[in-house]
């Protein structure tokens, strides 16, 4: 036989035939494996299909173009720059462009779509864009002659000859074109000078793309391009709108991605545990193995294959999976996060995903094989003829080592919680677990020591369940840390999901003591981007039953090269981030004399009280100093809050993006909201301050609905790893459980011993994950005030009592259904158990 025969045979005998006898067992670890790898790639698909999308687009508009010249807010830039940036040396072309989703009318129904406006010297792009708009010309030359004529894309819900009014201007559908890598087919093409005045910006363009001379010094048109921009304009590269994108969902994506590895460090613990036993059912044919001279490094090695080929298969399943949970994600993310991507979101699978899911889950099984695989060098071949297994030592140099790791990383966590800035808070909600198990490990004693106290008040079935919990010490602790890590990780989930949902209600309170908002966006969207029509504020003044008026503007805008959001405030507003600040702080902010920058911003910028910071605006660079750092939640890179007419004045975005409306006390809310959409146009929104309220909290609702569900996806595997531990420590067992009745114990008496040892380790394993649920809670809540920028009071869940109780329960229903199949064998088909 060939070496390579030799080994399948051996690993047939050693490994398959037994993962076959028991698959059960052998489908547990697989779907563990497959769940933690399905979660994997379901968040690296998720969010790296944003980027990506934002990458074609920018890719399909920018086409040779080497700089792209842009304001810093979506205010554009000056349409008289375009000729000074095609005077730089080393420049071929500037092309103008404008870039903007807006708002139509379609059967009915409200629909967006991208709005793309270009000249002719889009050609020297040569990009998708171009290819899209020539053939376009010259198919529809009415585009060139019929007023207001647009072409639309295939995917964009209008056809030839249809009427749309897109930003109050009524425009001609002329033409379709198809062309699917341009924001997948769904925008529409008009020529540059329509296309200014549809966006609300007849003097502005949105970029301006710059092509080089042949042989042109990239690095000298750039400073030459910074140069004629002063600091009104941003020079970056055309992967700018990419990096923005990532830096709006990278809370999300982040705070979902480390959850998915805590999903590995969980299903690392499962796997160890089921492995352990797994190899411990082989005990007699190992020890027959080692006593005809097998060396227990081979033994071992297949192991670590058998480990391999179990993570292989569970992360192909897992790939498939994620595949599936990712694309249905992507369509249920929160609007507000991704408000500011005007690239449309399609779901792709990255290279990377795969690859990734499959290198965790193989390391992940061969850690798991590894660790449990290590009994086999303890395994002596006098076990072969019957004898009894070694005594376990539950005190030695490795569980002292443990001891000092586990005690070493929670240290870590209290540091990384309480101290640590970002994204690295994260990483308290890896070392928890991790610090949890190797303290647990190093107190197996005291341990078993509380299951035999608990266990022994059950008369005789409890002194049996005493003696057999001391006998096995180690598959005592397993059933405890497994239900441990159960109710920790359960626990944790709903207090911090409940503590986080109490905390942003009361930070966003302020928003309630407003009657009505007038807005061009819906109650659970950031009120953001196009502004609203001056007369629409007279009008609502003008009311009888409304005796204030407050204009406030939302914008995103790059802050030292961070995407963050502005808003503009004026005395009498509601605004959250007005009631977040000092009544001194709020006085100075909204006098002019400087802004507020949320608790995210500050950290990652460095900024404090009495800095000066300098904004790069389209009427040039602005100072201004930072009176008060407030506790808000932030969307994108943070929140910076300003005076009104300094936002509308630096920034050139005239007007407001909302109005707060105070109603004279008696007025009947419901009733004048009616009236007001009545007499609106319909692309305005009317809703209460309540409704904004929870507008605004479901929507961070929605925000973390991903990350909760991967916890609960990782609490839900725990719970199913605990049955199938105790399912398979009564398996183990049928040998001995015959061995008591042939001396003469009653079915009863075998049920009666294995129940009281479930009730023993689930009411120690159930009160110390209660315990250590309301630490990880308290950790979570910290991790989640360092990431949204406001504090989240970590309030102790009833329900965490249940969840404690429930591990009692889990335990009996995976430890008395077996057990009973085992009390009701024979004799000597349990004596005859291997």
């Known amino acids: 036989m060939s070496p390579i025969g030799t080994v399948a045979a051996r690993f047939r005998l050693l490994a398959l035939r037994d993962s076959l006898i028991h698959w059960k067992r052998t489908a547990i670890i697989v779907a563990i494996v497959g769940v933690s790898s399905a979660l994997l790639v379901s968040v690296l698909t998720t969010y790296g299909s944003i980027t990506a999308s934002v990458a074609r687009l920018s890719e399909a508009i920018a086409g040779d173009a080497a700089f792209t010249v842009h304001g810093a807010t979506d ?24 870039q903007q989703q807006v708002e139509f009318g379609a059967n009915g129904e409200r629909a967006t779509t991208l709005l793309m406006g270009a000249d002719s010297s889009i050609a020297a792009l040569r990009s998708p864009l171009t290819d899209a708009i020539l053939p376009a010309v010259l198919r529809n030359t009415e585009i060139l002659t019929t007023q207001n004529a647009i072409v639309a894309g295939r995917n964009s819900g209008l056809a030839a000859g249809e009427r749309v009014e897109i930003g109050g201007t009524p425009l001609f559908v002329v033409g379709t074109v198809d062309a699917p890598e341009l924001n997948r087919g769904d925008f ?16 502005q363009v949105g970029a301006v793309h710059i092509v080089l001379a042949e042989n042109a010094d990239p690095a000298v048109v750039r400073d030459g391009l910074v ?24 809370l999300l994506s982040t705070s979902a991605l480390l959850v998915a590895l805590v999903a590995f460090v969980v299903a690392v613990f499962l796997m160890f545990n089921t492995m352990h036993m797994a190899v411990s059912q082989r005990r007699t044919s190992i020890s027959i193995l080692r006593a005809v001279g097998a060396d227990p490094r081979l033994i071992y090695a297949h192991l670590l294959v058998e480990g391999a080929v179990y993570g292989l298969v569970g992360a192909v399943l897992g790939i498939v999976a994620g595949i599936l949970l990712g694309r249905n994600t992507i369509g249920h993310l929160p609007a507000f996060a991704i408000q500011a991507i005007t690239a449309e979101i399609s779901y792709g699978v990255g290279w990377y995903a795969p690859v990734l899911a499959v290198l965790a889950a193989l390391v992940s099984c061969l850690i798991a094989a590894a660790g449990a695989g290590l009994q086999v060098f303890r395994m002596s071949p006098v076990e072969a003829l019957g004898g009894l297994a070694r005594p376990v030592r539950t005190v030695s140099p490795a569980s002292i080592a443990a001891g000092v790791c586990g005690v070493a990383l929670l240290a870590a966590t209290g540091y990384l919680a309480m101290a640590a800035d970002g994204q690295a808070a994260l990483l308290a909600t890896v070392t928890f677990p991790l610090g949890l198990l190797a303290t647990l490990f190093a107190a197996t004693r005291p341990l078993v020591g509380l299951c035999i106290g608990l266990a022994r ?18 598959r005592t602790w397993t059933n405890v840390a497994t239900v441990v890590v159960t109710i920790t990780v359960a626990t944790a989930v709903s207090g911090a999901l409940t503590s986080m949902a109490d905390s942003t209600t009361k930070s966003y309170a302020s928003l309630v003591n407003t009657d009505v908002y007038v807005t061009r966006t819906p109650a659970d969207v950031l009120p953001a981007g196009a502004l609203i029509d001056p007369s629409i504020g007279d009008r609502l003044r003008e009311l009888p039953d409304v005796t204030r008026v407050v204009p406030g503007q939302w914008a995103y805008a790059d802050v030292g090269g961070a995407l963050v959001t502005i808003q503009g405030l004026l ?20 006098a002019g004399a400087g802004v507020a920058v949320s608790r995210q911003l500050a950290d990652t910028r460095g900024y404090e009280v009495g800095d000066t910071l300098r904004l790069t605006t389209p009427s040039g660079p602005k100072e201004v100093r930072v009176e008060e750092v407030i506790s808000t939640v932030s969307v994108a890179g943070g929140t910076l809050a300003m005076s009104l007419p300094h936002l509308q004045e630096w920034y050139a975005r005239p007007g407001a993006t909302y109005y707060e409306l105070e109603l004279r006390p008696g007025a009947a809310v419901d009733d004048v909201m009616e009236r007001i959409r009545a007499d609106l146009p319909s692309v305005m929104y009317v809703y209460s301050g309540a409704e904004a309220l929870h507008g605004t909290t479901a929507a961070l609702a929605q925000a973390g609905v991903i990350a909760v569900a991967l916890q609960w996806t990782i609490a839900a595997v725990a719970a199913i790893g605990l049955l199938n531990t105790f399912t398979l420590a009564v398996l183990e067992r049928r040998r001995e459980i015959g061995v008591l009745r042939a001396v003469g114990a009653l079915r009863r008496h075998t049920t009666g011993m294995i129940v009281a040892e479930a009730c023993a380790v689930g009411a120690v394993g159930g009160a110390i994950g209660f315990v250590a649920g309301l630490a990880l809670q308290y950790v979570s809540c910290r991790v989640l005030g360092v990431l949204t920028g406001f504090p989240v009071a970590f309030e102790p869940e009833p329900v965490a009592v249940l969840m404690a109780g429930s ?13 009973i199949g085992a009390g009701r064998s024979t004799v000597s088909e349990a004596l005859a158990e291997r």
């Open 75 to 98: 205010a554009g830039v000056g349409a008289d720059m375009t000729a000074v940036l095609a005077r730089v040396p080393g420049v071929r072309a500037a092309v103008p462009v404008v």
């Open 188 to 203: 529409v093409l008009a020529p540059l000078g329509l296309a200014k005045q549809v966006s609300g910006r007849p003097d």
């Open 227 to 250: 140069a004629a921009a002063g600091d009104a304009y941003l020079v970056s590269s055309p992967g700018y709108e990419v990096d923005q994108a990532a830096q709006s969902t990278r």
């Open 457 to 474: 008040p059950f008369g005789s079935v409890g002194l049996l369940a005493a003696a057999t919990l001391a006998r096995v010490p180690r």
């Open 571 to 590: 005395p009498g507003s509601n605004a959250v981030t007005s009631a977040a600040m000092s009544p001194d702080a709020r006085e100075r902010v909204l």
């Open 807 to 819: 591990a009692v329960v889990i335990c009996l229903v995976g430890a008395l259904f077996p057990a």
